[in-house]
């Protein structure tokens, strides 16, 4: 029997959406206010989510406590209070939007996890915009 769980988590990160081969016209019009020079920042929400068979001894899918230590030092402490453009290097050479974000946040996380476990990532850069990664 195959279960999924789920665990929230947020972190708060600065970005700035622009393709350095553009000019600034070009960059408006494709990125609107999120190409303005100064950056902007959002309250990043996720939901992690992990799916796969309940271990018959101790009833997990994955023991939560693990789950909430590899969130915390895999995404939380590489992301929180970043300039995403700045500060990763993922991202020296590539636009830090919602969904490249969400590709770096699911890598960072399934190297971690047993491979029997399949993992989603859901992330949300406002309560209305959000993007989802599943490994495909």
């Known amino acids: 029997m195959r279960v999924t769980v789920h665990r929230k988590a947020h972190f708060n990160a600065a970005h700035r959406l622009y393709n350095s081969a553009w000019d600034d016209e070009k960059n408006f019009k494709t990125f609107g206010k999120c190409s303005y020079p100064n950056y902007h920042g959002h309250n990043y929400e996720m939901i992690v ?8 001894v101790t009833g997990f899918v994955i023991n939560l406590d693990v789950l909430k230590r590899i969130i915390y030092e895999e995404i939380e402490v590489y992301f929180d209070h970043k ?11 590539k636009i830090p939007t919602a ?12 190297y971690r996890l047993d491979d ?21």
Request: net charge negative; no cysteine.
């Open 83 to 93: 300039n995403l453009n700045l500060d990763l290097i993922e991202f020296k050479d």
């Open 99 to 110: 969904e490249n974000i969400v590709v770096l946040i699911w890598n960072r996380i399934r």
């Open 49 to 56: 989510s992990v799916t796969g068979e309940i271990d018959p």
């Open 116 to 136: 029997h476990i399949d993992l989603k990532i859901t992330l949300y850069e406002t309560p209305r915009n959000f993007v989802t990664y599943d490994g495909n």
